[in-house]
């Protein structure tokens, strides 16, 4: 396991970061998710404003929210396309990402020159629009999200086959192109200088840490648990890699094989998998005692994380959810929740004591370590505490700032000095 050393980023670089930010021109690359509906790319877009820097974003448009085309929000301006997500195997996904890279590469020819183009992936495919950009004068930046050979491993069970090979090709032309390499964790920064061949020194890690004015704990609220003394709460995407099937088995045998019936469960989040859970939930009878919600606003979601005695992070070992920082963990956390979670590296270097872990993929540990902590109201308190004090202290979004713009600052090392209320690219025109 990481020490809590690695999680502060690359504090010794603090002194990289200078004055770079008034007058320049970052545009951001996203997608999997529209904006702000990314929690992460909008800090980050937010952090970069503050800075001085004049920033764009370029991201498909949401279906309930962040619809409109074009809007201005906290000075940060969001080009916004249209995107039908995948179905169908991978011809899907090649109608996905074609129409997003021609509608990326038609939004940044109107936002213009720009001093660092931002690509944040999944998938390893913005290297392209970003490409045309840095032949432009741009630098690149690329934010590693994923780890999409390992995504498409653990998502899709097809082992090493060609289309596996096709995503460490993009992944290594995408790593060739960046001048700096932005990774969510040490995990993720090992393998961009051991696979991807980047200099340690070029390589930063932005762990993603929840906005925590979003998550203040509200007065509990009984009738949630419906009639139950206590509340379990899962929060998160529900995807075939994210282990919510692991979750409901272990509650399964959480009531049949351990005798608990004194709870209630709420699944928050959606995802590919949602209809599938749910009818999982039904053939293991738990329809009385599982609630789905499906996404919720924040109001909502913060009055169930409140009431939550013991939250859910289940997500199985496999070669992506080993070494990826969990955004549900932290949130959890942020609340003062007690976490139960399979045992993987980056599990506990975010969690530490603020969760007990079960071997790797075990439903039946699982269930007992939940049994275990709805015995022990003391236990939940101490590690409630725990999280809190993690995310407001060595896991707080303010070491990622200094972590982030110091990768900006060496990105733009070697730029021209840019002119007071100018910037470095004025009145160049986009190539037509």
């Known amino acids: 396991m990481l020490g809590d050393a690695t999680l502060n980023g690359e504090p010794d670089r603090a002194g990289e970061i200078g004055d770079i930010g008034p007058g320049r021109r970052a545009l951001i690359l996203v997608e999997n998710l529209s904006v702000p509906f990314d929690r992460r790319v909008w800090q980050e877009c937010t952090t970069l404003r503050e800075a001085g820097w004049e920033v764009h974003v370029i991201c498909p448009r949401g279906g309930k929210r962040d619809t409109e085309p074009e809007a201005v929000i906290d000075g940060v301006r969001i080009h916004r396309y249209p995107l039908r997500a995948a179905t169908g195997g991978p011809a899907g996904y ?104 980047r200099r340690p020194a070029d390589v930063f890690v932005v762990r993603s840490a929840p906005a925590v004015e979003r998550f203040q704990q509200v007065d509990p609220e009984p009738e949630l648990k419906r009639g139950k003394p206590h509340l379990l709460c899962y929060l998160g995407v529900m995807g075939p890699q994210d282990g919510v099937d692991y979750a409901l088995r272990a509650l399964a045998r959480l009531r049949n094989e351990l ?30 005692q599982v609630q789905f919600t499906g996404r919720v606003p924040d109001a909502d979601l913060v009055r169930y994380l409140s009431t939550a005695d013991v939250c859910l992070s289940p997500d199985p070992r ?99 000095p840019v002119a007071a209320g100018t910037s470095a690219r004025a009145g160049k025109r986009p190539h037509r």
């Open 94 to 197: 090649l109608r996905e990402y074609g129409a997003a890279l021609w509608h990326t590469a038609r939004l940044a020819r109107r936002v213009g020159p720009v001093d660092v183009v931002h690509a944040c992936n999944p998938p390893d495919l913005l290297f392209l629009p970003a490409l045309w950009l840095k032949r432009r004068g741009a630098r690149f930046v690329f934010d590693q999200h994923d780890l999409v050979p390992e995504l498409y491993l653990s998502r899709f069970d097809r082992g090493e086959d060609l289309l596996y090979r096709a995503v460490r090709a993009l992944e290594r032309l995408t790593y060739r192109a960046a001048d700096v390499v932005i990774a969510t964790n040490e995990s993720y920064r090992d393998v961009a200088v051991r696979r991807g061949g």
């Open 259 to 288: 005798g608990r019936s004194d709870w209630h469960a709420v699944f928050v989040g959606s995802g590919d998998s949602f209809d599938a859970m749910v009818e999982l939930s039904r053939r293991l009878g738990l329809t009385e």
């Open 318 to 416: 496999n070669p992506l959810n080993d070494v990826s920082t969990m955004n549900k963990v932290l949130e959890y956390m942020a609340m003062g929740r007690p976490v139960v979670s399979f045992d993987l590296k980056e599990a506990r270097v975010s969690a530490g004591e603020a969760a007990v872990y079960a071997p790797a993929n075990d439903e039946a540990a699982f269930a007992g370590l939940i049994a275990r902590l709805l015995d022990d109201p003391g236990q939940r308190e101490r590690m409630g505490a725990i999280g809190r004090e993690r995310i407001n202290g060595r896991l707080s979004w303010r070491n990622s700032q200094a972590s982030l713009l110091a990768a900006y600052a060496a990105a733009c090392r070697g730029l021209p």
